[in-house]
Every structure is written in structure tokens, then in C-alpha cells.
């Protein structure tokens, strides 16, 4: 007998994402193509002041997903695993750019796997065009009134948000 089960899988892309970059997006896009919905999940801290409001972050991605058709945008504060089981997501995604970037993924995926069995955490490198680009360095380069738009993804308009006060 054929019993279908659900196949859907919903993965989590969390991180600060203060602000979304066009590096962000390359993920995002590779882990479209491994999942059928992936929910960008801004994280915050409410004693850490970032630089973007986390509302305003959630704004930010939302302008440059909004073309597309499986992303959800969020944000959340508390445990990440939390998050997925509160949203149904049973993968956390994670770029990859230096080696660095996995000594530190790699011992909070442990930490989660070992709070959460039932979720994994799945690395994607970042092998882009944009794998330098950072939020340190859109922030940076915001801060001194350089152009950002080609760090960040097609239709962001970075300046509704940022008036450099
Ligand atoms: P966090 O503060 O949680 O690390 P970030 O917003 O800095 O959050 O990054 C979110 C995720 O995106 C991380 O997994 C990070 O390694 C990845 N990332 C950031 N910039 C890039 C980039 N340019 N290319 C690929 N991955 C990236």
C-alpha cells in the first residue's frame, strides 16, 4: 500500500540580518532550492540595541523577498530552536564563509542537536559572487554615506529606512 506522508519541509534561516545583505540573499537562494519554504528569522536580543530595529529588519527583508513565494519573514527572540518548533520548521540553515564562521556554527549546531533532536542544522557555503559582503560592512560604509545598493539585494531601498541619525 502507498501511504504519502508529508514531505514539506520548512527550514529556518535565522540570524541578526542587521541589515540584510545581497550575501544573505545567496543563501537564501540556494536554500530555496533544497527546501520547499524557508522562514527568515530575524534574532534579537532586547538588552542588545543593534543598529536596525528588529522590526525594521523584518521590513528590510520583507522588501527583498517579496517576489518570492516560499519565504516568510520573522523575527524572534529567545532560543532558535524554539523558534522552529513554534513555526514548524525542522532544519536551521547557516552560511558558511570562512572557516571560522564553521569552528563557531559548528559547536552552537551541537548545542541545538543536543536541546533539540529533531532538528538539524544544515550548512550552505557561501561560493557567491557576494560572500565578502557582510552587515559590518553595510553598516560601515551606511555610517559614511557610501553607496550600499550593490550590497544589498535588487529593490531595497535602504535610505526609507536609514536617515543617519
Ligand atoms: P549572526 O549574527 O546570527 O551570525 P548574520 O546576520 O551575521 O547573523 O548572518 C546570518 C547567517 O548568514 C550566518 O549563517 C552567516 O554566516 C551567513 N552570512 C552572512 N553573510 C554572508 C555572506 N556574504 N555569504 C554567505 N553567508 C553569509
Known amino acids: 500500500m502507498y501511504v504519502k506522508i508529508s514531505t514539506m519541509r520548512t527550514a529556518l ?5 542587521d541589515p540584510f545583505t545581497i550575501g544573505h540573499y545567496e ?20 538588552a542588545k540595541k543593534g543598529f536596525f530595529a528588529p522590526q525594521t529588519r523584518v521590513e ?5 523577498t517579496a517576489h518570492l ?30 572557516t571560522a564562521d564553521f569552528e563557531m556554527e559548528s559547536v552552537i549546531a551541537q548545542a541545538n542537536t543536543k536541546l533539540a533532536p529533531e532538528i538539524s542544522t ?4 557561501a ?8 552587515s559590518t560592512i553595510v553598516r560601515d560604509v551606511l555610517i559614511h554615506k557610501g ?7 535588487k529593490g531595497v531601498q535602504i535610505e526609507k529606512f536609514y536617515t543617519g541619525e
Do not use: M
Not at 544544515?122 to 557555503?125: A, D, I, K, M, N
Not at 561560493?127 to 557582510?134: A, D, I, L, M
Not at 553607496?147 to 539585494?153: A, G, H, K, R, T
Open 69 to 98: 513565494p516560499n519565504v516568510e519573514v520573522c523575527s524572534y527572540s529567545g532560543l532558535t530552536i524554539d523558534a522552529c518548533r513554534n513555526l514548524g520548521a525542522s532544519v536551521i540553515v547557516r552560511g558558511l564563509r570562512t
Open 147 to 153: 553607496d550600499v545598493s550593490q550590497f544589498l539585494p
Open 122 to 125: 544544515v550548512f550552505l557555503p
Open 27 to 46: 543563501v537564501l537562494e540556494s536554500a530555496l532550492k533544497i527546501f520547499d519554504k524557508v522562514i527568515v528569522a530575524v534574532g534579537y536580543n532586547s
Open 127 to 134: 561560493c557567491g559572487e557576494y560572500s565578502f559582503v557582510s
Open 60 to 64: 528590510i527583508i520583507k522588501q527583498a
Open 13 to 17: 534561516f535565522p540570524g541578526s540580518f
